[in-house]
């Protein structure tokens, strides 16, 4: 059985919190564990440092020591074939989907442990609140619900629109697309478990 697990976003700043997902992901993988890390989210030129600075911060708050490999495009399937679990770290909501959309995704992780955090866990549920874009978008619909990434926290404290009104994200959603699901909005560092 395929175990999602998904994070609001917010790891840097929540390292306890951070051990925890780590080692959630991790739960039952064995004493290597191998771990594919997915940057698609990422503005392509990034992909290679963000790995190193995410694989050493992994390291540091994971009780185990793992084998941690980069996801590319052209190699995900067989990536996905030689490793334990995948995380698909956060970034642009836009990026991620363009990516993997093209993959038959809950055949090609099929009894794996998938993570996910911020635009990484807004792709794999039906509808998400974007931080970002400050909208309501559809994800791949993996998991039948919806999700607010790094709820009720200061993301985009800085940001020229002003500070995000919470409430009202958590209405918008509320009232798109199926409404029957449930909405799962998280604050930084939480996760949840499917």
């Excluded at 191998?34 to 540091?60: G, H, M, T, V």
């Amino acid at each position: 059985m395929t175990k999602y697990i998904l994070n609001s976003g917010g790891l840097k700043n929540n390292s306890d919190k951070a051990v925890l997902f780590f080692n959630e992901i991790l739960k039952d993988l064995g004493d290597v564990p191998k771990i594919l890390f997915c940057l698609f989210a990422q503005p392509r030129e990034d992909w290679e440092n963000k790995f190193e600075e995410y694989k050493k911060d992994f390291s540091e708050k994971a009780n185990v020591e793992p084998i941690v490999e980069l996801a590319y495009p052209d190699k995900f399937i067989e990536q996905m074939k030689n490793n334990d679990a995948i995380i698909l770290f956060g970034g642009d909501d836009h990026l991620i989907q363009y990516w993997l959309k093209q993959f038959d995704l809950p055949k090609i992780w099929k009894d794996k442990a998938v993570a996910g955090s911020s635009a990484g866990s807004d792709v794999l549920v039906k509808h998400f609140w974007t931080c970002d874009w400050r909208q309501c978008m559809d994800g791949l619909g993996i998991l039948p619900i919806k999700f607010i990434p790094h709820y009720e926290s200061d993301y985009g404290k800085n940001d020229p629109r002003g500070s995000i009104d919470w409430k009202k994200a958590h209405d918008e959603l509320a009232e798109y697309g199926d409404k029957s699901l449930p909405i799962h909005a998280l604050e930084e560092g939480e996760f949840i478990i499917f």
